[in-house]
């Protein structure tokens, strides 16, 4: 079994205590990871800190330059990445790759970018100049659905504007991450980027401890509330990328055969845990009937089972406590509407569930209304649009939506309506490096990604000085 180690002011330690890390497709244990202890995040903190000034004050050209050896690192060992990322999240190989891929990409783009000193005036009176300056140590923290890919989500962009790092994965899918920790301890000085492991239980210190000056989070409305609360007495500043309840609007005149498997992609990609996925379909009366059919074709067509195995489309849940929330889920729609696909439990080892594709569901019902991070879409109809979109603006979350149909004017009209950090007309889930990502209401706070997520890694200076 590999030997997992935290990284902790440049070197690579053992925890405290150590944990197991299952295998969701196999309930086996994967691999023994370390547990950080709480002295231990302290000294990654402390670490951090004493990091910080020679970092801050390096030319900006010399961190762009190690950060994109990170990228060329990652992609020389991005075959054992994507193998390992299968077997501790669960995701099918292929989209293991991708994702490893998508790592390197985003490392790249996010590096390229730059922070010029802007003249604010410059005359006979004053010069005023604008300066973006690092904040200091930001305590990175990672769910466990794209381990990796949120990693490059914050990593590249905080390193760049010269913070140094705390990284936090999560307690169920923190190897990928650890392996990371290899390559950063060899190309980054001490101290720049720290990796620890917890339990659920390192992270609120974290978000509480004094000597961090910001925090970067990903992962539910619950938790990203905890960390507003535990922020408050630092003034810590906070970007939270929190859960999502994506709609999608399929309006008549939408053709089913083109715009099924869309849906389908949207809402079942890494078995439906995607914080952007869509949760929800809205679908007009006059097409109802052949979507919801041609949406439980695909979901029959879908190749359940281990991610290593060549051929699945569809991974198990990543950890027993999803499994059990997603079965719950399953019951509800059993009993509240009509499961026209799936509905089942895949039975045997593994944290298995059969695609799910549930009709005649209600706003109010908790399968709507509720993100059930998992792979089962309810399809709720409508006969007015004007009510379908009230449905979808209807929730406290707003992360994605999409439009749907054929009509390029009412989609536009109905998109420029919705209440979603972003909208995506006749498809979902795509996004990129170069484009801004956020919710609105309770999805998030701050963006990610592009000019506006490298501006939240930096405190704005003002230096202005008299003629
Ligand atoms: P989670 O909130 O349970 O955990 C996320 C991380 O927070 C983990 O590393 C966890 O250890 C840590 N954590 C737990 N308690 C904490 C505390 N009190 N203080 C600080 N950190 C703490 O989320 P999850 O179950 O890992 O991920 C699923 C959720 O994440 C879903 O709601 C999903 O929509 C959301 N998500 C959002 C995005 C986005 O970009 N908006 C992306 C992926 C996932």
Redesign the pocket.
Known sequence: MTDYRLLIDGRMVEGDDSMEVVNPATEEVLARAPRASAAQLDQAVAAAKVAFPAWAERPITERRALILQIADRLEADAEAFARLLTQEQGKPLAESTAEVAYTCAFIRHLASYDLPVKVIEDNDARLVQQYRRPLGVVGA??????PLL?VA?KLPLALLAGNTVVV????TTPLTTLRLGTILADLLPAGVVNVIT?Q?DL??L??AHPDVAKIS????????Q??MA?AASTIKRLTL????NDAAIVLPGADPEKVAPGLFAGAFMNAG????AIKRAYVHDSIYEEVCDRLATLAREAVVGDGLQQGTTIGPLQNRM?FDKVKGFLDQARRDGRVVAGGEVVEGRGYFIQPTIVADVNDGDQIVDE?Q?GPILPVIRFDDVESALASANGLDLG?GGSVWGSDRDLNRHVAERMESGTVWINKHLEFGPNIP?G?VKQ??LGV?FAEEGLAEFTQIRIVNEAR
């Not at 990328?241 to 999502?244: D, I």
């Open positions: 923290i990672i769910p466990w659905n794209f949120i989500f936090k994965p999560s307690p917890d659920n992270g609120a974290l978000t989070f990903t992962g539910s409305t619950a938790t990203g905890k960390i535990s990328e929190l859960g999502g845990q995607v914080c952007l999803q993100e991070f992360l990502f919710g999805s998030g990610e």
